[in-house]
């Protein structure tokens, strides 16, 4: 197969039909807009559950009017456990002052009095700590009297996972959902080209063109109709997630402290590889039949 005449016949053949393939195009574009916004979703689940999974924390809040002999003598206990990396003490000023720069938000929370953040005392915990560790270290750190409550997102965090396997179940479907489209799409896109160039098939046929000779353009089609959707709809996502960013981060970033991310680059070539090998294989295989004239 001659690729720069298959390029060039098809280049001219979807000229001629532009509304044809612009139908498929639009058609194809729906179907990878909605796999790449399941697949963004994962990415963030994932990027979430990995840096919670990584930092394993907890927060002690302290009672009102805790003194300060108490949370010393409560900080220099938890450093002397092997399973604490790091003790920070945040008083509720210095609480109030961080959620405002990590939050990003405008001045009406910029309102709150301090009153507002209890004081706490923030725990690392060193890697591979146990469940049933974290548990225990919890129960004895409630028994002092300064403790008014320990989080320990534990639940938080077995919700995050839960999400992330289902999305990954869902984003599964999708793509089996996607592929079919594609190739059907794609398929009745080339039929109907096809009926059209029936004649010019025809008479390359008589005049002994080849099969490969004949496919070649449309194979081009129905890759460029895959490739070209694949862009199209990782164009429109980027676009929103641009324009939904700053408000997504800021309530990320009061709530868990991280921020949202994109695709991966190599997600988002794969997805427009595989979109153009789909179209492709649309292709091949809704030719079959009209190559025996």
């Not at 004649?199 to 129905?222: H, Q, S, W």
């Not at 695709?263 to 292709?283: K, Q």
């Amino acid at each position: 197969m001659d690729l720069k005449s298959a390029f060039t016949r098809a280049t001219r053949a979807m000229r001629e039909e532009a509304g044809l393939h612009l139908v498929a195009i639009s058609s194809l574009t729906i179907a990878f807009l909605c796999l790449a916004t399941s697949l963004l979703a994962i990415t963030n689940l994932g990027a979430l559950a990995d840096s919670w999974g990584r930092t394993a924390r907890l927060s002690v809040y302290l009672r009102d009017g805790a003194e300060a002999q108490d949370i010393e003598e409560l900080r220099i206990a938890l450093e002397g456990l092997p399973e604490v990396r790091a003790v920070e003490h945040l008083t509720s000023a210095a609480a109030r002052e961080q959620f405002l720069r990590d939050a990003e938000i405008g001045a009406d929370l910029s309102a709150l009095p301090a009153d507002a953040f209890p004081a706490s005392l923030e725990i690392d915990l060193v890697a591979g700590v146990t469940g049933a560790r974290v548990d225990a270290i919890t129960e004895r750190v409630r028994r002092f009297g300064t403790v008014e409550d320990v989080e320990t997102y534990r639940g938080w965090f077995a919700r995050v996972e839960s999400l992330v396997v289902a999305g990954r179940g869902v984003a599964s479907g999708l793509a089996i959902l996607v592929v079919l489209c594609v190739v059907f799409v794609v398929g009745n896109t080339i039929r109907l080209a096809v009926a059209g160039r029936r004649d010019e098939i025809e008479v390359m046929k008589l005049c002994g063109a080849t099969n490969g000779f004949v496919r070649g353009p449309f194979i081009v089609e129905g890759a460029v109709q895959g490739s070209v959707s694949a862009i199209v709809a990782l164009l429109i996502l980027l676009v929103a997630y641009l324009a939904l960013r700053g408000h997504v981060d800021g309530t990320l970033a009061s709530i868990v402290g991280t921020q949202s991310v994109f695709l991966h680059p190599g997600v988002a070539l794969s997805l427009v590889l595989g979109g153009a090998l789909l179209g492709a294989t649309g292709s091949v295989l809704s030719l079959r039949r009209y190559l025996t004239v």
